[in-house]
């Protein structure tokens, strides 16, 4: 069975661009959720998706913004970068009602 | 006042030790609770699931709740140095299967 894998590894980008972070869902798991983990904190929920439809989000601006694709994939977008993005960016994929399995993220830094 | 508190530690123990890994909540809707294991480097990984309060038993690992007192907590028995990581608690209510509320984590040491 393959897990939740996350693509880019690592990220460099420079403050005011955009970028986008890719995330695919482990078998037959329907929704995937989107987590920002700074250094020596737990991760903070950014949001979910379930059936191509965010039903969820935390308390992060509207530059944060999604996609789930019909595969499940999805993808993590955020505009006009802040130094405070600079994080760990965590996908996570569940069936309804089960628990989530987490991907080993990508780190983002932005100068 | 965070909605989960979890003592980040570090907390260092021999090889062989029985560890005891807590969060505290103040959400009482709170019904379904985890424990995450997070390697450097790597992403979180489900080590307990539990709903409602309870024991809940794996191997060397016991996930206990306490709804009434808003208490979870982790043991660990015959700790090894593989178990050297940071531990999550995770909690979420009914209503949204993808938000985890979680502790800070806290960052445990075996020493063989």
């Known amino acids: 069975e393959t897990g939740v894998t996350q693509s880019p590894t690592h990220l460099i980008k420079t403050r005011g661009q955009q970028v986008t972070l890719r995330c695919s869902s482990q078998?037959?798991?329907?929704?995937v959720s989107w987590y920002q983990q700074a250094l020596g904190q737990g991760p903070q929920f950014i949001f979910q998706y379930y059936r191509e439809e965010e039903n969820g989000r935390g308390n992060f601006p509207p530059r944060f913004s999604g996609l789930q694709f019909p595969n499940y994939s999805s993808e993590l977008n955020v505009n006009a970068l802040e130094l405070d993005d600079s994080a760990l960016y965590l996908c996570?994929?569940?069936?309804?009602?089960?628990?989530?399995?987490f991907g080993n993220g990508t780190r983002l830094t932005v100068t | 006042q965070k909605e989960v508190e979890q003592d980040p530690g570090p907390l260092s123990v021999p090889e062989g030790a029985i560890v005891s890994l807590n969060c505290t909540y103040s959400n009482s809707a709170f019904q379904y609770f985890m424990w995450y294991r997070q390697y450097s480097r790597k992403g979180p990984e489900l080590l307990m699931y539990?709903?409602?309060?309870g024991n809940k038993e794996d191997g060397r690992f016991t996930a206990q709740v306490d709804k009434s007192s808003k208490y979870i907590s982790l043991f660990i028995r015959d700790s090894q140095p593989s178990d050297s990581a940071t531990y999550l608690c995770?909690?979420?209510?009914?209503?949204?299967?993808?938000?985890?509320?979680f502790g800070q984590g806290t960052t445990l040491q075996v020493k063989p």
């Open positions: 995770a909690m979420r209510d009914a209503s949204n299967t993808g938000k985890l509320i």
């Open positions: 539990t709903y409602s309060s």
């Open positions: 078998s037959g798991h329907n929704t």
């Open positions: 996570a994929s569940s069936r309804t009602d089960s628990p989530l399995h």
